[in-house]
């Protein structure tokens, strides 16, 4: 497509002095806005995947309790409860048949696997009950609740 000022110049694209139609695309800014944004994505889920626990970034509402523990192994399993029943496993939301198929893989991995349930104030103690009881349905007989620290008296 020829562009040409009002001389009728022909294909030649002569656009200072004669008006011409600029019809170039310049994407610079817009590689600086992605490249920006990059850059951010990069820095949060790095700062989220270093926070230290499996299901980083949840919000679990964990309830308070005595002296803490030891920190987590890499082969445990931590199994968090939302407060509305949902269970979440390495950040994924997960239904009883998926949870299944994790716990055997966990087995499978090592039977010495710790299962931490990670439930949330407000679930009822028979939601945590159900999944102990199919983790050692599935061979994980090692298995602990997370708590808070309990702030000391004064």
């Not at 562009?3 to 817009?30: A, H, K, R």
């Not at 696997?113 to 007989?141: E, N, S, Y």
């Amino acid at each position: 497509m020829a562009v040409s000022g009002p001389g009728g110049g022909g294909d030649d694209l002569d656009l200072e002095g004669s008006g011409g139609i600029f019809s170039d695309i310049n994407i610079t800014p817009l590689t600086d806005i992605f490249l920006v944004l990059l850059i951010i994505f990069m820095v949060t889920t790095t700062a989220i995947a270093e926070s230290g626990t499996q299901n980083a970034g949840l919000k679990v509402n964990l309830p308070k309790g005595g002296a803490a523990a030891s920190g987590a192994v890499a082969h445990d399993l931590a199994v968090a409860i939302l407060e509305d029943g949902r269970t979440v496993v390495k950040g994924e939301v997960v239904d009883e048949a998926r949870l299944t198929a994790m716990l055997d893989e966990a087995h499978g991995r090592s039977p010495d696997t710790l299962v931490l349930i990670q439930a949330d104030q407000g679930v009822p103690h028979g939601r945590v009950v159900a999944v102990m009881d199919l983790a050692r349905r599935h061979g994980l007989d090692r298995l602990a609740i997370a708590t808070k620290a309990a702030e000391p008296s004064p």
